[in-house]
Nanobody, 126 residues
Framework: QVQLVESGGGLVQAGGSLSLSCAAS????????VGWFRQAPGKEREFVAG???????RYADSVKGRFIISRDNAKNTVYLQMNSLKPEDTAVYYC????????????????????WGQGTQVTVSS
């Protein structure tokens, strides 16, 4: 069982930046792909960005060029650097993981992930 803990959420003005972290309990974390998802009130959970164990990345069009996903396997941690934030980025952000021992396309649907963190709130004021 992989445990994921997000941190780094908060309140920021539009145009500002925030960095989220997702710490995993799994020692072989490099064999897991990780995705960031978000869910705003009244909306479905949506894919934001994903990263394979070896560092390949994928982004939703809505965040491409503004968000950067990265990972440090030695620290069992994945990061999401969010720049040029907009009010529509306001949501609860979740990290999720699934076992991926060999490279595959990064999954963009929530059902493709087996382990989830508790979420962290990001609020962008206008």
């Amino acid at each position: 069982q992989v445990q994921l803990v997000e941190s780094g959420g908060g309140l920021v003005q539009a145009g500002g930046s925030l960095s989220l972290s997702c710490a995993a309990s799994e020692r072989t974390f490099s064999t897991y792909a990780v995705g960031w998802f978000r869910q705003a009130p009244g909306k479905e959970r949506e894919f934001v960005a994903g990263i394979s164990g070896s560092g390949y990345t994928r982004y939703a069009d809505s965040v491409k060029g503004r968000f950067i996903i990265s990972r440090d396997n030695a620290k069992n941690t994945v990061y999401l650097q969010m720049n040029s934030l907009k009010p529509e980025d306001t949501a609860v952000y979740y990290c999720a993981a699934h076992f991926q021992p060999i490279f595959q396309l990064i999954r963009s649907t929530a059902s493709g992930y087996d382990y989830w963190g508790q979420g962290t709130q990001v609020t962008v004021s206008s």
